[in-house]
């Protein structure tokens, strides 16, 4: 399947999904299911990966050095929007930070900003995961990248598989990358929040 195909494809499963969702149409329950296919594909993923044995250190290396530029300079990219917007920096720069990973932002910054900083995460958080698995099958190969980096922790689970379909040393490149973020953001991103405002 070309890069076009599977980027309509993946919008137009999502957007039934969406819209099912919008009506009231959802199984009794959604988050056990969603939670063992999340489960599955990540073991398929690995079980795709582990099988190469050309897919080296030099890979997880770059996933790992990717993580800790994205994890940076989201949280740049969001304090600078705060300045700019004359936001809470701290909380601007939290919500940036947030890595993709709005599970985890939008719940821990509603309880420390407010509804209006929970959304916030939340949803610009979902956005990045959104946007990656709709779009990275279009991206030229010198943003393949950039691409990874905007999916953050989403590119060991949800938007690894659009990327793994690209090349399995990128696949290798964003798992290494969204493990990182799993690992180090639950640390950092509580400190980031806390930070004086």
């Known amino acids: 399947m070309d890069?076009?195909?599977?980027?309509v494809s993946a919008l137009a499963v999502f957007g039934v999904g969406l819209s099912m969702g919008y009506f009231g149409?959802?199984?009794?329950?959604?988050?056990?299911?969603?939670?063992?296919?999340l489960g599955v594909l990540v073991f398929l993923i690995g079980l795709?990966?582990?099988?190469r044995r050309d897919l080296g250190r030099r890979d997880l290396l770059a996933g790992v050095f990717l993580a800790i530029s994205t994890i940076a300079m989201s949280t740049i990219a969001g304090l600078l929007l705060g300045v700019v917007l004359d936001?809470?920096?701290?909380?601007?720069?939290?919500?940036?930070?947030?890595?993709?990973?709005?599970?985890?932002?939008?719940?821990?910054?509603a309880e420390?900003?407010?509804?209006?900083?929970?959304?916030?995460?939340f949803t610009s958080n979902?956005?990045?995961?959104?946007?990656?698995?709709?779009?990275?099958?279009?991206?030229?190969?010198r943003l393949e990248f950039a691409g990874i980096a905007a999916g953050g922790a989403t590119t060991m689970d949800t938007s690894l598989g659009v990327i793994a379909a690209r090349g399995r040393s990128l696949g290798v490149i964003a798992f290494a990358h969204g493990a990182i973020i799993t690992l180090l953001l639950p640390i950092i991103l509580p400190l980031i929040a806390g930070l004086p405002g």
């Open 3 to 7: 890069a076009a195909k599977q980027a």
């Open 25 to 37: 149409i959802t199984p009794p329950r959604t988050e056990q299911i969603t939670t063992v296919l």
């Open 48 to 51: 795709e990966l582990g099988g």
């Open 87 to 109: 936001l809470d920096v701290r909380l601007s720069a939290a919500v940036g930070g947030g890595c993709g990973w709005y599970t985890l932002t939008g719940p821990m910054l």
């Open 112 to 121: 420390i900003g407010g509804a209006y900083w929970g959304y916030l995460g």
């Open 126 to 141: 979902l956005a990045r995961e959104i946007i990656v698995i709709a779009l990275y099958p279009l991206l030229p190969r």
